[in-house]
Every structure is written in C-alpha cells, then in structure tokens.
C-alpha cells in the first residue's frame, strides 16, 4: 500500500536571495512612506526629531529583521510566525495569530489597500468613482490568480512592482535632495529640551512603525526558499537595511523641499514635493508610483499569508481543503481561494476599516511573542546547538529592545483609543472557543 506522507505534493524551493529580498522590502514599502511622514512632522514640529524618529523606527526595525531572520534560519518552512509560535508556545497562541492575521489583518489589509489602488488608478484616469468597489475586487482576484499559478508568478510580480516602488521614491528622493529650492527644516517655535525630545520621538514612533513592519512576509514562505537556512536572513537584513536608507533619505527629501512645517501640513507629501520640481505633471507621475506601491503591497498580502493558512490546515487547525497544495502548481490553492473569498466579503461590507483599527495593535502582540520564541529556541540548544545557520549577535540585547518595543506600540495603542483595543482584544479571544472547536473534530 503506497504511503500517502510519501506521496504528498510539497511546497518547491524556487525562491533565491534577489526574490526574497525584493519580498522584504516590498513587504514593508507600502503606502506608509507617502502619507506618515506628515503624521510624524505635525507630532514632532522639527526637522531634527523627525530624522531621528525614523531612525529610531529603522534601529528598531533592524532588530525585529535580526530576531525573524535568525528564526528563518532555524525553522524554514512554509507558516513563518505560526511555526515558531506552535513549537515554542502550543497551538493555541499560533492559532490565535493565524486567526488574527485571517479574520481582520491581512484579509482586512488586502481589502483595504485593493480599494487605495482602485481609489488612486481611477483618480489617475479620470474613472467613475463607482468603479472604485468593482476594480478593488478585480484586483484582488487578478492578483490571487497570479499567485495561484506558482510561486514563481507571484515573485515575478513582485520583483517588478518592488523595483517600481523604489524608482518612484529614488525620483522623489532627487526632486526633494537636488532639484527643490530648500525650505526651513528646524523647530517650529521654540526647540523642546532633552525629555521633551525624547516624548515626541516616542510619541512619533506609532506611525513610524506601522510604516515599518511587514518582514516577517519573508518568513512565510520559508519552505519556498532555495538554501533557505542562508538566504532567508541575508534577504531579511538586507531588504531591512534598504528600506531603512530609503525611508531616512525619502523624509530628508520631504524637509528640505517643504520645511517641517510644510510637511507637517501635507496630505500628500511625496505629490507636493514633486509638484514643487515638475508641477501638476510630477504630481500624477508620483500618482503612478503610489499605485505600483500598493498593487505591490496587495500581491505580497495574497502571495504570503496562505502559507500560514495552509500549516494551520495541515495541524487540523482549518479547514482541511485548505492544507491541500495544488499538484501541479504547488501552491496553497485551497486557502489563496479561501483568503480572495473573505477578502471580497470584507470590502463589500465595508466593515475592514474598522476592524484594521480595532485589531492593528494586535500585530505588533504577535511580533512580541514571535520574537519571544528565540529565547525558548536558544534554551533548547544550549547544551547541543543546533546547525541554524544564523545566530544574531547580542542576543538577548537586540531582541530584548525589539520585544519592549513591541510591547511599547501595544501600549501606546491601548492607551490612544481603550474602546478599540477592547474590541480589538475580543475579536482576537473570539479565537478561542473557535480553537477549542477544531481540537474536537
């Protein structure tokens, strides 16, 4: 009788290290990078402190690119933050996080940005503002159906609008740096002292952040990594560094073109400093390298996270249809399906604003407690190391500061808005009894 272990289809290693680079750095460059940096400027009301906020978010994010990048190493398979939660933890954290990431935060987020690409492609073409709903649903599908036919679609894809998205903001960067006349980039009004300072930096960390994660989408696909043990944490450091350098240059560019307090004022900032180089015509130019950044975003929200759906699947933690890989294309079909179904449902209810913001804290929970894992993975191999192939330095330094980080923006978030985090904190113990009902099956 023929094993069916034996015979089950398997994710292919088809992924190298300009692939998964490009899906670190696609995974955080979003549309973030266009819109808060005049959330941090009108927090902070000086040139200074808006560097150094988001430097202070870059050293952060190098951390959290140091602890997911040595967990690559040491486990890469298919499910990322899921395995690492199942084997340091149990089933029911991982479960919860898998839960999470498909009831509100990436179907939320595919809808969401589906609906910022339609929202900017309309505009750009002069579209019936009714055909925003209709075109986000096209893209999600279109997008889906791309992924489905293998990893190699889906990162091909990828490939083109991550280099998109850094063009755009490389010509943003030269139009800021270069060709805009300088404007006034210190305090407005008098300069805070010391603590002062360092509130306001802290007080403007919450957008950098959120403008900084996405990482971990590397990890995702972790079975789908050729030398996976090498090559996902030189791809992770390496697409962290690069976003890094772009955005400090991106927000040097924005100053210097339009003075704190002109960026502070902006709704758009990358439009405006373009407008001040080439006029309306660099305007709608930056408009094309928006939409290329969140079409690149919404296909690496549908390329990544099935691979979790899929491990829960495979632990009997959803349904099973969803554990299936296609035979031919090797690819989670049954939960990039499942993933495009509620994604649409969300974006017709119109209800994913909402829940993004009720659950969003969440994230960086679950960020924490991955990161978490690397201390009950070190104690298991210290007295026999294992071949990880990756050990951060200062281990328990760089993930100590990333995990009080994590827990900082929990806290910050909580504190902005209880009611939300309240909500947020029920949609994700909602888990739960539904955990508790697939134990039983």
């Known amino acids: 009788m023929p094993d069916p272990v034996a015979n089950k289809t398997t994710y292919a290693r088809r992924l190298g290290l300009?692939?998964?680079?490009?899906?670190?750095?696609?995974?955080?460059?979003?549309?973030?990078?266009?819109?808060?940096?005049?959330?941090?400027?009108?927090?902070?009301?000086?040139?200074?402190?808006?560097?150094?906020a988001w430097v202070a978010g870059g050293l952060i994010a190098v951390a959290g690119g140091f602890c997911f990048a040595e967990l690559g190493a040491r486990a890469p398979n298919a499910g990322g933050g899921y395995i690492y939660l199942r084997d340091a933890f149990?089933?029911?954290?991982?479960?919860?996080?898998?839960?999470?990431?498909?009831l509100v935060i990436n179907s939320g987020a595919v809808a969401a940005v589906a609906e910022i690409a339609a929202r900017y492609s309309a505009d750009l073409l002069g579209a019936d503002p009714a055909l925003i709903g209709p075109l986000a649903i096209a893209f999600i599908l279109a997008f889906t159906a791309v992924n489905y036919f293998g990893i190699r679609p889906g990162a091909i894809a990828q490939n083109a609008f991550t280099l998109a998205k850094l063009a755009a903001l490389a010509v943003v960067i030269a139009a800021g740096l270069v060709a805009a006349p300088a404007a006034a980039t210190g305090s407005v009004g008098p300069a805070p002292g010391l603590l002062e300072s360092v509130r306001l930096v802290g007080l403007a960390l919450i957008p950098v952040m959120f403008a900084t994660g996405g990482w971990q989408n590397a990890n995702f696909v972790g079975g789908e990594v050729r030398d996976a043990r090498r090559t996902l944490p030189r791809a992770i450091l390496l697409g962290v560094a690069i976003v890094v350098v772009v955005y400090v240059a991106v927000n040097l560019a924005y100053l210097r073109a339009l003075g704190v307090a002109g960026l502070a004022a902006s709704t758009a900032p990358a439009a405006d400093t373009m407008r001040m180089v080439a006029g309306e015509t660099g305007a709608r130019l930056i408009s094309v390298g928006i939409i290329a950044s969140t079409l690149g975003i919404l296909n690496l929200f549908i390329l990544a996270a099935p691979r979790v759906y899929q491990a829960m699947a495979d632990d009997g933690l959803f349904f099973s249809a969803a554990s299936r890989l296609h035979p031919r294309y090797r690819t989670p079909s049954g939960a990039l399906l499942f993933q495009a179904a509620?994604?649409?449902?969300?974006?017709?209810?119109?209800?994913?604003?909402?829940?993004?913001?009720?659950?969003?804290f969440g994230d960086w929970i679950f960020f924490g407690l991955v990161a978490m894992t690397l201390f009950v993975y070190r104690k298991r191999d210290a007295d026999a190391p294992a071949d990880e192939g990756f050990r951060m330095p200062a281990f328990r330094l760089i993930t100590g500061v990333f995990v009080v980080a994590a827990a900082a923006i929990?806290?910050?978030?909580?504190?902005?808005?209880?009611?939300?985090a309240m909500i947020g904190a029920s949609l994700i113990l909602a888990g739960v009894p539904v955990f508790w009902l697939w134990q039983r099956e």
Do not use: E, H
């Open 18 to 52: 300009f692939d998964v680079t490009m899906i670190t750095v696609g995974a955080v460059i979003g549309a973030g990078i266009f819109l808060n940096p005049a959330i941090v400027a009108a927090r902070v009301q000086s040139g200074s402190l808006t560097i150094a």
């Open 90 to 102: 149990g089933r029911l954290p991982a479960f919860l996080y898998g839960w999470t990431l498909l």
């Open 342 to 360: 509620w994604a649409i449902v969300l974006s017709l209810s119109g209800t994913y604003g909402d829940l993004l913001d009720y659950v969003v």
């Open 410 to 420: 929990v806290v910050s978030s909580i504190l902005s808005n209880p009611t939300n």
